[in-house]
């Protein structure tokens, strides 16, 4: 990790230019993980600002409802089996010199050989990034609850960042086994002792879940509070597929108005600028930490701290790190997200969270709670003896997640199986190195990928990430929105693991 | 060439989605002349319609007004020699990720070696279109004339268009030397025997001018009646140019409203529509003439057919060409331009136009006819043996430009004294192959130039270009307009071509 301006002290930065910085690499740019995206920060002025920002009402032309959760049959209106390889073809490119008009590019690693800069200096060695031609089907009602939950979930996040012992205690175990985790709470000690107190609370969240085949259920897969990917490409990929609806909407017998159109970017920016008038000094600027070489270094005061990288250990090479890490949290700027935010987005948490009586520990409403329940997965310590048992009897049923960040890390089927009995055989202690977690069988669907000017057809399946903004001054609440959404699709046979993780697609929602 | 359908005939093509289609080759092409620029029609759904047809207004923040063209000395505003290099380090970055975001992109035949589909496929390859740092100061009453010229050369195209006398005897001697413009004066030929009328004629223009450094005025270099390129990439250059001076402004000390805006790809797409409207029958389409490899036929009926392609030799390979062309011009089909545009724009007749008593023929109002002649440079035909004369002795202020399109085939210095001695001795008949032509001195001044990612500072010489549509249906102008500028610009040591032909940057005005 490099802050923005010196990696060792003081996060100062003289010019908020120096923000918009390529990421070198990140666990959590695995839709691109051969390519670059460039900062969604830049990508924020691509857009108009919106000021909807309430759950979209949609009109839909759909002839007949259908009942999804109750289990029938379902017959899309945007039927990809039907499509004529002519149409295809145009509209695939189409949507190429479409997305070469409208920023949906990265930079190509394939291509360093000959354009050795290729991926860190922008402007050269450009793809296309990869995408769906076409928007997932997906039920209009769990898209709209998955929209509902969004700033439950901001305000659950703040409650539980505010509540110390509950984080320390939560992760005392996972504290011996992870030393990632651990230094994360001795920052987070350290600000408890001295009673630091964070008035002003910024969070850029994104809640990710997977439509469960079996029980047509939205079901939560994580909720990431720091360094949330992709609101830019995200976003200009669903006005890419708005796009192509509207000019070939005739010939695939559908609504563009069925496409939600996703302001993501936009939305966060306007959440980081509203920090920063909270701040209140003209002077001070936005400072991102990012992961690649600092280039700047200067003087100012910092408002907002916004985090690019912190979230990997690789991104704390040495102790100057973690020593900026604690002076920035010292510091009276604005943390995004501060340390206790942080720590509440760890799938510890969320399986704490997940046990029995705990939301309403945090939260009054119990409409808010039930939602909120509708979307959790089975989620479980490995403590729990039975279901240990269960899991090694019946592996396919459940996913390992390991503390550690970043998709990819996940244990499924047989190795789950393994996994148990060697920890089983190792001792309690390791235990809490990990979570189980139900295995979710998301819906599968007929979709065009498009990769380096190529579109193949395969089944996929999908993952859709609602972004969350929230912004807290002492009692006031100034911001508290969904603020886009996110969709990666990849191939349903290509690995076992979660959609993040391998080479997913950027794609967008046909509601129906 | 290839049409939009079928090669050979008819003319017909299924969809206008055809249209949308990268040019393999193009003599036209040379700013970026290792890449492939994509489409200005796909790029003109890139900026909003913009009704503002006029010369713009320019509230330029300049403390003094320069007298340009009296000679005086003249202090830009934007002084780029006092730049402070970590200032222009930070907006190369801000410039080459804006290049990214909003379409500044271009197929780069570097990479195909490993990209092998770069630059015939969009979407992958890609890489930033040369583009200048900053916009070269350019004297604003120079830049006014050069657009209130602009609706009176559509005119007058249009009223010599109509004289096919005029055209055939001027281009009589031409015809027996290029073969190219023999073929075309043929298809001429045949519209006059058969007493065709256009009665609704489109044009989209390009005129090009140098400001000479020594008289300080703005001579013009050719006027382009067919394929006029770059009004997308153009556009987009400004809207580059005007959010630096909008985010640099107060480091640089100029002005974001010195630079005029651009909206030339859209004004272009707005004519081709509305010549389409004039057409009136909704179920024709306009069909795109382009030299890739075609991709599409159909049935359709055509509205308006646009030439991409069609302006060199090359674009003829076999008879199946010439004899689609003679199709399309005997078609009902607009046609932008008509053989008699295209003819008009040979620089025979902007020769022939520049000679004393010509436009008279064309214009009645005496003011527009002034305006025109300021703009004209000397221009002489090879047949006035005091001219030649004058050239042989004193080669280095005059070029010689062949009958062919496209620049680079221009002679220069001591090569003019070598190919008029030879002429004189092959005899009078090749003299109609070639025009002398006054050579332009451009002023020089300094620039960074920005190429594949990287930055450098030179000396160097623009040419700017003033984009004018002109619409009418019978008697009833529907469009006569200045639609917008291109500004290109070349190091001045790099050759002694004009700056369209050699490694020429995308630039725009900064006007004093």
Not at 126 to 148: D, G, I, R, S
Request: aromatic letters at 6%; hydrophobic letters at 35%; proline letters at 5%.
């Amino acid at each position: 990790m490099g802050v923005g301006c010196s990696s060792s002290l003081p996060p100062t930065v003289n010019n908020p230019h120096c923000s918009i910085t390529f990421p070198h690499t990140s666990a959590h740019t695995n839709p691109t993980s051969n390519h670059l995206p460039i900062n969604w920060l830049a990508r924020a002025h691509l857009q108009k600002p919106n000021s909807a920002r309430k759950t979209p009402t949609l009109k839909c032309g759909r002839t007949a409802q259908m009942e999804i959760e109750g289990g029938s049959d379902s017959k899309p209106i945007l039927d990809l089996h039907s499509l004529d390889d002519n149409l295809v073809q145009k509209m695939v490119y189409d949507a190429l010199v479409w997305s070469s008009l409208h920023g949906l590019v990265v930079g190509d690693r394939n291509v360093q050989l000959i354009v050795q800069r290729s991926g860190t200096v922008p402007g050269v060695g450009m793809v296309h990034a990869p995408f769906a031609l076409l928007p997932t089907v997906f039920p209009e009602n769990q898209w709209k609850l998955a929209c509902e939950v969004a700033p439950i979930f901001n305000e659950l996040v703040d409650r539980v960042s505010l509540d110390g012992k509950f984080l320390q205690e939560s992760l005392s175990r996972t504290k011996k086994v992870d030393a990632f985790t651990s230094r994360l709470l001795d920052i987070h000690s350290k600000m408890l002792e001295i009673n630091k107190k964070e008035e002003i609370r910024l969070g850029l969240h994104r809640s990710d879940y997977m439509l469960d085949e079996k029980t047509k259920l939205l079901l939560q897969i994580e909720l990431n509070t720091i360094s949330t990917s992709f609101p830019g490409l995200g976003s200009v990929v669903s006005e890419l597929h708005r796009s192509l609806l509207k000019n070939y909407g005739e010939h695939l017998g559908c609504d563009v108005n069925c496409t939600p159109s996703n302001d993501a970017a936009n939305r966060f920016s306007e959440a980081l600028a509203k920090a920063w008038i909270e701040y209140n000094n003209p002077k001070a600027v936005i400072m991102v930490v990012v992961q690649p070489e600092e280039r700047n270094m200067g003087g100012h005061a910092i408002a907002v701290i916004y985090f690019r990288a912190g979230y990997a250990p690789t991104d704390y090479p040495s102790e100057a790190e973690w020593r900026a890490r604690l002076l920035m949290e010292h510091s009276s700027a604005i943390k995004c997200p501060s340390i206790s935010y942080h720590l509440t987005g760890t799938k510890k948490i969320q399986q704490e969270l997940a046990k029995p009586n705990v939301l309403e520990k945090f939260i009054d409403n119990k409409e808010d709670i039930a939602k909120l329940r509708k979307c959790f997965a089975g989620l479980w310590s490995l403590d729990d003896a039975d279901i240990v048992d269960t899991a090694i009897e019946k592996p396919h049923l459940f996913v390992m997640k390991p503390q550690r960040e970043g998709g990819g890390n996940n244990i499924y089927g047989d190795d789950v199986r393994e996994a148990l009995l060697r920890l089983r055989k190792d001792g309690k202690e390791q235990n809490a190195a990990y979570i189980l977690m139900q295995r979710i069988f998301p819906t599968d669907s007929a979709t065009f990928l498009v990769r380096d000017g190529s579109c193949h057809k395969d089944h996929a399946v999908s993952e859709l990430g609602i972004y969350g903004a929230y912004l807290r001054n002492k009692d006031k609440v100034i911001v508290n929105e969904r603020s886009g959404y996110l969709m990666r699709t990849k191939v349903s046979s290509s690995n076992e693991g979660g959609v993040a993780a391998g080479f997913a697609v950027l794609d967008s929602l046909y509601l129906t």
